[in-house]
């Protein structure tokens, strides 16, 4: 199994990209190669497609693997971030199919969200355990420098792209209910969707930085002048605004890799204060298939 890199500012940038529904591949990319990488904790969704993009190197993985084949809940979304670390990424952009919760958020548009409710709650959402405790901070769940460089790059393009938004992170795969979507809009969440959450967290402990770029599909069940969401409805909007997409992430990525600096909000050293269990406790095997999240906190590295 391979194990991570430590990251510094001397370390070349590898952008992963997670694509969510819709997006099964990224277009565009040189020096092409699918590898399957093992985690300790099981098998991702699928192999990671490995290339450069503008000559920047670059890690794709579908989130639900290629046909969509595992559904929200279904998802090993440690084996998923376990691999794209051993895989060398150093920030994670996310993209993602969801559901307006405000009028202004039109289906077609982009919202760099900032904020996440966690409402799942059938999911592994750490990668500690018995043996080794830790609390990483979740104060600010996404990279401003990645929330940046995207803003810069929607911006170049003209793109509808909202600062900011609260994703509620909903467990499914059923939709809402009408009386569930008006709750989250009673909270003020902007998007919903079912994924992103523990993705979000488990980027967090495993140092890495993390940004959703949340294309907006449908006004879920809540807004009484459009029709309620279907799968066939979150595709073809997906598919009528790849171009989009695509155009955002070819543009976005050399601006990361460009901008390469230890990131100033602290996302690559999230464990430093985190790990509570004093070593003389630390269980064996849990120390041992932490070695690519926290193998730098854990071997004492800087
Ligand atoms: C196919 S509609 C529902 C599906 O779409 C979103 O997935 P992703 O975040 O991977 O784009 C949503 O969370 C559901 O999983
Ligand atoms: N309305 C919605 N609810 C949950 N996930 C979604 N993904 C896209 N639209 C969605």
Redesign the pocket.
Known sequence: MPKARAQNDQVEPVIGVIG????YEIEGLTHKAWKRIESPFGDPSDALLFGRLKGKRVVFLP??GRG?RI??SQLNYRANIDALKRAGVTEIL?????GSLREELAPGDFVLVDQFIDRTFAREKSFFDTGLVAHVSMANPVCGRLGHCLQQAGDTLGLTMHQGGTYLAME??Q?STRAESELYRSWNCSVI????MPEAKLAREAELCYATIA?V?DYDCWHPEHEH?T?DG??AT?LQNASKARHLIETVIPLLAEKRALCPQGCQRALDHAVVTQPPEWAPEVVSRLDAVAGRVLRGEA
Not at 20 to 23: E, K, L, R, T, W
Request: proline share 11%; glycine share 14%.
């Open positions: 969510g529904s819709g997006v989130r639900h969509h559904p929200p996310s993209l993602s199919a969801v499914g795969p939709f969707g079912m994924t992103n294309m599909t969401v799968v979150v595709i997906m």
